[in-house]
């Protein structure tokens, strides 16, 4: 059984999961909109992954018998600027989300809830690699400037993420 401070945690995480979703999302359709398709398809792909993030905490609290009560999601910024700034916003975001889940690593410490540990450890690596993705094309990003040749080429190589 989780606590009940750990299963409204938990429930606000799935919030926070799909609203980063939702987020990714948004920045898919500037992308698409300013025909940067390769960013584009890279935040959808990003966006699934939030959302399969999402299912983790959603299948982890139904695996541990609590009720998943699912919260409103806010809208997400709709206008955006340059591709830099964007991914100094998901950067930003994902540092966020980092301290969500420190958190609850540090309640479950807290309460001894040795399954939810095991469980965030997952979300404790899986941050690290997302701050480093974001962080690594920030800097991309800041050495091209505005030479829209190598903005193309970097929208190009973006582009083959996969799903994974
Ligand atoms: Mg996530």
Known sequence: MLSDTML????????????????YLSMAA?????????????????????????LKFFDHILDRGGKVSLQAIGQPPVDFTTPLAVFEKVL????????????????????ADYASQ????WFVTEQVEEEKN????????????DKSNAIYQLDHQLGKRAAD
Do not use: C, D, P
Request: proline share 0%; glycine share 4%; no cysteine.
């Open 30 to 54: 500037h992308f698409e909109s300013v025909n940067l398709s390769g960013l584009a398809s890279w935040m959808r792909v990003q966006a699934g992954e939030e959302q399969e993030h999402a």
């Open 118 to 121: 095991l469980f965030l450890a």
């Open 134 to 145: 974001a962080s690594t094309i920030v800097e991309t990003l800041k050495l091209i400037g």
């Open 8 to 23: 409204q945690q938990m429930n606000e995480q799935v919030k926070h999961e799909m609203a980063s979703a939702y987020l």
């Open 92 to 111: 930003a975001h994902e540092q966020q989300v980092t301290a969500l889940i420190h958190k609850l690593y540090a309640l479950a410490v807290q309460e």
